[in-house]
């Protein structure tokens, strides 16, 4: 938290930060997702740039007061580029016991804590596995700026006179914490009443005791003795344009409905819920006047071949789910592999294997997407890099599945699912075109006829007359699409699937390389490490390094400069949460000695860590 | 959407034959299969349906039976095991102006495909399914299948098979099946009235149709083969008509005793005291379900017909009142609404 | 075996508490949960068995439900979603002396689970499978699930959702299952007896549990919960007795017309005509299982208990029977049997 | 076919061949597997080295005389050391027009090519596509030693006088063919009329018709004029011993067996009936005595999963399949390798993707084995090279499972299934002990502890006093096996389940290498293709060349000294049936620059390709 004096205004100090990390942390039922993202908008409200990181347990309502049971939202926010929710906290919220417990050591020595006393009980304490009360502890407050602060009987007494029961004033007082942050760093409260007023227009009491608490959290930091000073973050330089909060699962569903849009081909999108992509099947429901339609079906096996049976139909077919459910998939997608229809499978990865971490992130399902079917059953396999990046992706990967008439598979991530940031809102029309061509000439139509261009067969909508056609899973003479166990036409078909896919390397705009063109080191990511790739090496550019990074959202077909590339510097590390993935793919392709730094937390990688990997391998500055 | 339920097009269908439905592809099932008789059946009752034959898809699993729609001159997909109904669910969602059928197996329909026919039949898709039934699983050779006998000896099974076997019938029915009914391979006349019921019916049309495999399991239905013992054992269903079977010199009837079906001398009983068959009676249709020779007739017909909702019908009007309430979407305003702020 | 079917060792189990079951693992579920009531029941039930714990093991599939073995103090697998029938299948044939107990949801067993409760019923399989009916997907937070009622408004179902509910007793009787039955997380006399009759039983003991989801689905059973209702609604099976309900001011019976269950005031029939539940017919059963307010009672208690083979009993005594008549395996002697010839 | 002229015996010239390959088609009605498998028996008792290849269309009894219903097998037997069924064929036994039209363009020039006359009528030449008949073509007579016979019209004239009606005395025309053919080749008919004699104890008239038209056919090669002279193929040298007739899916069931008697603890077998693999389970369910029990499941997820629960319930679980069964089986698999239980896992691939070509054989599923699932879920991966030895890799992977407690794929293939050997009978004592030890001591008990060698956790069986304890698909803390969500914890079970899997190298012997241990080029094989690879490497060798060849039996992990070994050579060649797995593995793993020959033809490696392959890398001998 670099820090500049600045001129102290109204009645307290106040500090001009450049950038601050801080974390919400509490039960289950403290409301701290809700705190966190008030918090997100307030700031963004207030032109910072910023990144998000919900962090909640997979039981639903875990009983209160246990370590297990704690939920917390962190953020980052600046007045310069913000790439990742930060590593280190700046300041620490911790509503009870149990959330001191588990999140304290993440906060910076000399950071701001700010407790709530009157959670601090013996049977707290004792859930949380503390035998003496840690706020007690002169250490502690030697070691942070801690705060002690009964928000529990604050919040009651702002709003003792108001007709509502213990447990429904006990709900309000994560707004107390919401109202003191915000003065702490200075947010508007206007994002926040808004929300207010309009979440509780049908229920004054609760708009009522929620305004007040918030208030009363405010006026707490700018009356109470104990805070010297407050901070201030300037608003980030940021391309001009009207923005909004966009959460990754939001992102993937929107894109699909402006393809549906721009196409004009309705979007059959089958799922079965999973934690974390159960929200777009719920986001997608929310939206039927686009023309999409959802079938929440009985198991990810129909879900998949339900969305193929759309397809054969003449609409897109999109599936989505997670690791554990795609796996499921696998034999359905080989269907759509060689029937040649459009698929869009979204994999939303989580912490693995089996059931694994299921609200944890993780980028392991790589070499699924690659391999995980039957024989040779080559797929399409793109991957946004920011939440916000998914809308592009998702609009991408329906108009390759289209064109190609392939499936594309799309792999995000919890971080990206639920981590939101500012992301400035495109015009539609500058969307490239999708264009679907439905053969109807029957004048010499084979099923498998194929495009020089694409090598992608017709598609062909039922309903049309005298190209009534029969495909299926058997393989089939290239043309005609007849059943054939000729040996060279299988060797031909598999080639010929094969050299389809390779073919969408003709979509893959140059790569951007972040940094000099040659030099000592190139980091190479994909998906959603790119905050923290980027964070970490343009850290290690400002130490005059020789290091450059490139991002791949296309990870196969691989970007035909990739290789090229590659051989321009001294050494290749990529940084990835699985054990190393796509560094055996690119050592496989091009040779090259690429080194993995991998940890598999079930969080984003540090970019701190990262950072220190790119000077282990590089050493001081040239 | 037509009586057929779906498949008709504003222009009125040109006059068929069988003929017309019959495709390019050399059928590749043994000779002497029952599938060659249910085909053929097919083929017939497709210029009835008087639906544009570029309307009608054929859907299927993998099994001799699924190489089904290989052989219609129609739209067909040939999937994977144990999946065509999900996959037909997908294209009436995405296409209900299709007529879908549903060819499948006791082993793609009931064994890896149980779950995706339990859910059809209970989300009562707008399709019309085929199940063959030969008590085996032909195109991998001749194991047991979900519908063989208990102690079935086959080639998996050389002491007999363990499990208890699932009737179809009961099972549809206990899925919440709209519509259940059986043929007989052997017996065209009535398969065809069946097939025109079925496919007439509107959500899932649920046709179970014993098919012989006189490869690896030949004459597993004779009970309904035997000139004999079909003349002792079929008892067709009719709507409105009471459950009287058996030779014309031995006619007999099933009643119920109580909560017990019972069989009984036709003569013995008052007209009041017969069962009289009604396909609206879901409670009845149990009931048949559950009679077989020896003991009771074997029932042909239809079982049970009811209207209920159709999936994809509801969802299509979910759609066109959420259009009509507030206009088609427009990805510009979604875009833009909500909160969003602007910079520079 | 013994009569609970399986798990009873040579020498007798010592006495246990309620306590003996419980597990050191922190319970997780939702405070308010219907789950609760249900595990303290279990627990309660378990000393009755008069089986040694570690004879015991208790399988589940994925949801909140499944979490259950944890907190059971024996031997648990928290499984995979919606395969506890087949791993509980696997784990019965190769151990037949251990009582299986599975747990599973409306979710689990019966949308990505029902083809294996399909298959696990029809076979059989000496296990206790109890169903927790929250009418809602609880762990991936409030979707609906295959059992909520058509027009559900959820998460994924914003408008309602297009599907007809299955009837999980409907279901189960469908595929063959030999014992049916259905309480309430709320009625914990009722629950006690019903988990020791499912745990008496040979074979498949399938118990639906009608379960409160507090925090997504609140008060969906609230027709059992709410007193007044309950005690017009409640339809206590008793083998033996004759299906009357309702408070006591105004009793009425269900009996059948024709083939058609119908109810009437208790008074105003004649004792020949009522209704006797006989646990042994599952006609009788098909129609209690279609049975739900408002219009009729709804049914609590056992529906059918029929006895029947079970698939690992009849697998073991082939296995025996082979050993007997042609002694045990021999690697050495099968490598040289048949077709050999010597070399050198 | 190298010859050397030999004192002729008997009538008629008799030369003596070293090898020889000879392919029987005809309809599926025609009985073809059973001649071949016949007259594979005759050979074997001669003494000979031989390799089959059955193959058959994907129909059950397609219609007679249709391209597609064309069913054949094929041997090759020899008195040096047989790898493969043979590329190119000396003698072709065409039995109808569509066999002809099919088979044809793999007789060599000058080769026998034999055809029952009476099948080539004008419905036959239709079906075949022919429009006027081949035979009556006198280019066939010049280019092949071509021999009409009517074979129909000389069976019945041997059993006119029998009581069978013509369908059935049709039936018996395929022995008339064997009889022939053996008479060429000088086969003993001994084993053919004992197997009669079995096959129609109850059965005389068939008996008596069977040996009449099967004498028929050998009389009349010694007596038409036609037949100029025959041929004799003196014993190979192989190894003292008792041998048998061996296929892969036996062997493999076989081993399983094997695996149950040592290690005492029973089997459990789930699967669901597929193509090619259906067979395994048929054998095991022959063979109750020894305790092994098998379940058709529903489908491969309750096959796989019905194994797990058998795995927990301390039996060992093996469940099999083929390509599109195994895709289906992944999310199971990953649950195995989180509960750390024994699991064996057959795959016996086929052509693909999707349901692609089931009678057909393929290398594909490499990848799946390796990464099929989501999230890091590492297994072992072992492959048979031959028909017998799929015997020893199915005991070994019962051994490993339980050793290591983890996952073991097998992957074996179509033709290994299908395809027999002549097979030196082991003795069963010489097997590896498998020593499994369930865990009874309550003291100190844990169920995630760690073997401080294998790193594997105990097995316990329910019914083990004071044992009680719960394990499932979350993520869990080491050692206690409690539900954890513990950020190190997860990054150190997944490098824990990892390095599970890298300790099992040390079970793997040192590897074999066929040839110099050192040189111009090394080709690297695994699985199936083993006949084929070596066959043309010897020949290489055998030309001068400094070649030499590896066979990998352990896929993962992959032997200890491998990389080594690949750079002792100048050139690494990577033969497989799919697009290029192992070659990708190899190439990422070691960095070497290893090539791939790679056809996916639905058959065998051609081993006169490979060899061409092998000169154009490394070029005419140094
Ligand atoms: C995923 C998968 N598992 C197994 C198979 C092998 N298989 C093909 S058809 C079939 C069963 C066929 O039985 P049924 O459905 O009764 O059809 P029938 O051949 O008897 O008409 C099986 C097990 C497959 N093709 N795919
Ligand atoms: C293969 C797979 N698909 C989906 C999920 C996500 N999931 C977990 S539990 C569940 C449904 C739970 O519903 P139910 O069985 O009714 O249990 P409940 O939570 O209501 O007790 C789903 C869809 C999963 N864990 N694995
Ligand atoms: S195997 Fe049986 S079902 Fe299949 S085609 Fe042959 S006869 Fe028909
Ligand atoms: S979500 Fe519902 S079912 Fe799950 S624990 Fe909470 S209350 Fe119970
Ligand atoms: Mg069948
Ligand atoms: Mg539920």
């Given amino acids: 938290m670099s820090e500049t004096a600045a001129p102290a205004t109204g009645t307290k100090a106040r500090r001009e930060l450049d950038r601050a990390v801080i974390r919400f942390a509490g039960d289950s039922g403290d409301g701290m997702q809700l705190t966190g993202e008030q918090f997100t908008t307030e700031s963004a409200w207030a032109g910072n740039d910023l990144a998000t990181l919900p962090n909640f347990p997979a039981e639903i309502r875990a009983p209160a007061g246990t370590l297990f049971g704690v939920s917390s939202f962190q953020l980052q926010f600046g007045s310069l580029r913000v790439y990742t929710p930060g590593d280190r906290l700046d300041c620490l919220v911790a509503m009870n016991p149990a959330a001191l417990k588990v999140h304290l050591r993440d906060l910076k020595t000399g950071g701001l804590l700010i407790v709530n006393t009157a959670a601090y009980d013996k049977r707290n304490l004792d859930k949380a596995g503390y035998n003496a009360n840690p706020l007690d502890d002169p250490a502690l407050a030697e070691r942070y700026r801690l705060h002690k602060v009964d928000m529990t009987g604050l919040t009651y007494e702002a709003i003792k006179d108001l007709p509502l029961n213990t447990k429904e004033k006990d709900r309000t007082k994560n707004f107390f914490a919401l109202g003191l942050v915000s003065w702490i760093y200075t947010r508007p409260l206007e994002p926040t009443l808004d929300w207010i007023g309009k979440k509780f227009a049908k229920n004054p009491q609760f708009a009522e005791a929620n305004t007040r608490v918030l208030k009363a959290g405010h006026a707490y930091g700018e009356t109470a003795e104990i805070f010297s000073e407050h901070y201030q973050i300037e608003p980030a330089e940021m391309a001009a344009g009207v923005y909004r909060a966009m959460t990754g699962n939001r992102a993937l569903a929107w894109g699909l409905l402006a393809a549906a849009e721009r196409s004009k081909v309705p979007i059959v999108y089958g799922a079965y819920p999973i934690t974390p992509a159960s929200s777009i099947l719920e986001e997608l429901a929310m939206h039927k006047r686009f023309r999409i339609r959802t079938i929440q079906a009985e198991d990810e096996i129909a879900a998949a071949t339900a969305a193929i049976g759309a397809s054969f139909g003449g609409a897109i077919g999109v599936t989505g789910s997670s690791g554990p459910g795609i796996a499921l998939k696998g034999e359905a997608i080989g269907l759509a592999v060689t029937a040649e229809l459009p698929l869009v499978i979204f994999d939303i990865q989580r912490g693995g294997p089996s059931t694994g971490l299921p609200t944890k992130t993780e980028q392991a399902d790589l070499m699924q997407a690659l391999y995980g079917r039957n024989s040779e059953s080559p797929v399409v396999v793109l991957a946004p890099a920011t939440p916000g990046d998914c809308f592009y992706v998702a609009y991408e990967a329906v108009r390759i599945a289209a064109k190609y008439m392939c499936p594309v598979f799309v792999l995000s991530d919890g971080f990206l699912a639920n981590g939101s940031e500012p992301w400035l809102i495109p015009d539609p029309e500058t969307l490239p075109p999708i264009d679907i061509h439905f053969r109807t000439e029957k004048e010499g139509f084979f099923p498998y006829l194929r495009d020089p261009a694409t090598l992608s067969r017709p598609w062909v909508r039922p309903g049309t007359p005298g190209l009534e056609h029969r495909i299926g899973g058997i393989e089939k003479q290239d043309v005609t699409g007849n059943i054939s166990y000729d040996p060279d036409n299988h060797d031909h078909m598999v080639r010929m699937r094969a050299e389809k896919v390779r073919r969408v390397a003709q979509e893959i705009p140059p790569t951007t390389i972040n940094g000099p063109a040659t030099g000592d080191l190139l980091v190479v990511g994909w998906g959603g490490t790119y905050g923290s790739i980027t964070a970490a090496v343009e850290r290690a550019q400002s130490d005059g390094r020789s290091v450059a990074s490139i991002h791949l959202r296309h990870l196969n077909p691989l970007p035909p400069d990739l290789g090229h590339i590659l051989r321009e510097y001294r050494k290749v590390l990529v940084p990835e949460i699985n054990s190393g993935q796509l560094v055996r793919v690119l050592r496989a392709e091009y040779l090259v000695d690429a080194v993995g730094f991998n940890r598999v937390r079930g969080l984003p990688l540090a970019s701190e860590e990262i950072y220190e990997a790119i000077i282990q391998l590089i050493g001081s500055p040239a | ?344």
């Fill in chain 2, 1 to 344: 959407m037509s009586a057929q339920g779906a498949g008709a097009a504003a222009t009125p269908a040109p006059k068929y034959t069988k003929k017309d439905f019959e495709s390019d592809q050399d059928v590749r099932w043994c000779p002497g299969c029952g599938d060659y008789a249910i085909l053929s059946a097919v083929q017939k009752s497709m210029p009835d349906l008087g639906i544009p034959r570029e309307n009608i898809v054929f859907i299927s699993g993998i099994g001799c039976s699924s190489r089904f729609p290989y052989y219609m001159n129609t739209y067909g997909f040939h999937t994977i095991h144990g999946r065509a109904p999900a996959i037909a669910t997908g294209l009436r969602v995405a296409r209900p102006d299709l007529k879908v059928f549903l060819v499948t197996g006791d082993g793609d329909g009931l064994s890896i495909g149980g779950n995706h026919m339990l859910h059809v039949l209970r989300r009562n898709v707008n399709i019309t399914i085929l199940l063959f039934n030969n008590r085996i699983y032909g195109l991998t050779k001749g194991q047991y299948s979900p519908t063989s006998e208990l102690g079935k000896v086959t080639k998996s099974t050389p002491m007999g098979s363990a499990d208890r076997p699932v009737n179809p019938l009961a099972f549809a029915l206990g899925c919440g099946a709209t519509f259940v009914a059986r043929t007989v391979d052997r017996n065209i006349a009535h398969m065809d009235e069946m097939l025109k019921r079925a496919a007439g019916h509107r959500g899932t049309g649920f046709l179970e149709i014993l098919q012989n495999c006189n490869v690896y399991n030949d004459l597993a239905w004779n009970v309904m083969y035997d000139k004999e013992s079909r003349a002792l054992h079929e008892l067709r269903l009719q709507h409105g008509k009471p459950l009287i079977f058996g030779p014309p010199d031995a006619r007999k009837a099933v009643i119920m005793d109580g909560v017990l079906p019972k069989v009984v001398d036709a003569g013995s009983v008052p007209e009041s005291a017969l069962w009289i068959h009604d396909e609206r009676n879901v409670n009845a249709a149990k009931l048949l379900a559950g009679l077989f020779a020896p003991d009771f007739p074997v029932p042909i017909g239809v079982l049970e017909e009811i209207e209920a909702p159709i999936y994809e019908d509801v969802m299509l009007q979910q759609e066109q009142r959420a259009i009509s309430e507030r206009g088609p979407g427009s990805i510009a305003k979604l875009l833009t609404s909500g909160d969003t702020w602007k910079i520079g």
